[in-house]
């Protein structure tokens, strides 16, 4: 702005004391002004460059809500604007990443990445690997499938950490509930766990399919409880799998070997599943209600669908009503890979590497089963959290069936070959290998209790 003295009848020189008085409060108040602007400018400027540079940091409480863009920023266009990150803009990133990686990722789709590291233990350092998944020690010749590693799609998943896992369940009690394969991922948490502390064994059945160990620097008991229903079962089977009659399976009886134990467990997954796929006769309030892949007998086909959503309803319902709040993970079924047969068919799995997305489809059967167990615990889900129950799906099922390589196949048995090259032998294309892929299912145990601040 120009002055004009000429027609100004108030010439600065002739100001009264009063005026100047008035006139120096005025410059000095814009002196003030114009200095907190630019202030605030360069101030808010060298907050916004050193977060963008500086490694990321949970701002979260550090700034209040009140902190927006500079003062210089907001006559800016519109397109400036959204290209010019501003502090709170940069908070609410930093929070929203946050709550994707621990809270919304999907650990259970991803695929999986080499890992040249290798496991955490061989086959020589655990002595807990059974003779059927101690594949490396039956004669196994190649070694590429103990060189992988899940990898979520949308975050990091860390390696299990054996030492800070024992320490955080110090005096508690966690076990495993349902049929082998719950045995088989036992016995990998053992070994993982050895490398810092080795368990004690304190208890086993005759033919060791229940079992509790004991870590006594951590006081940490570990279990396993074979039902593989998990309800009320008569089974004719031997230790190899031959039957000598149908099952018999009660649709309304929970297996009372695990749901006494129950109070007594801090932690617990339950499983099974596969079993639901054998010749059973059903009954509900002791009499016969139909049968699952029993011809000849006469009776209605009902098939395992319905058995194994009456299971679950039946197990979910003991869950959520019990008076011990128990912190339990639902493990879904997992894939087979035999292939050009069934286990007694000749079927086999030879394959060497891991499958990657779109390379496998889930079969029929396992599909069914899945889809069973996702509704079902949807349902439980809601019920659980209103009673204050702690339970968490680990759907271990599409990383499962992404690796066809990790099975022990022909090497259950010990040599296959060694007498005869050309021998005949019966794969087991179900459990795994140790160390293998199981391996990877206690990163996400871990990970999903850390998440959960469970822990």
Known sequence: MRLDFKNNPFPFSSFSPAHKRNHAFVKFFVCCLLFGLVFRFFFSSSIQLSSDSADPVDLEGTLPPSVGLPPAFEKLPVTEIQDTPSVSDHFRVTETQSSLNIEECDLFTGHWIPNPSGPFYSNESCREIEAHQNCMTNGRPDSGYLYWRWKPRDCELPKFDAGKFLRLMRNKSWAFIGDSIQRNHVQSLLCTLSQVEQAIDVYHDEYYRSRKWHFPSHNFTLSVI????????????????????????????????????????????????????????YYENEAIKGCHSCQGKNLKELGFEYAYRKGLQLIYNFITSSKHKAYVFFRTATPDHFENGEWFSGGYCNRSAPFKEGEIDISSLDAAMRNIELEEFEKAASMAAEKGVSLKLLDTTRLSLLRPDGHPGVYRQFQPFAKDKNAKVQNDCLHWCLPGPIDSWNDLMMKMLSSGQEL
């Open 226 to 281: 074979w039902t593989p229903f998990l309800i009320k079962a008569a089974i004719f089977e031997d230790i190899n799998g031959v039957s000598s009659a149908d099952i018999q399976l009660h649709l309304d009886k929970l297996d009372s070997l695990w749901t006494k134990q129950y109070k007594n467990f801090d932690y617990m997954i339950i499983a099974g599943g596969k079993w639901f796929l054998k010749t059973a006769i």
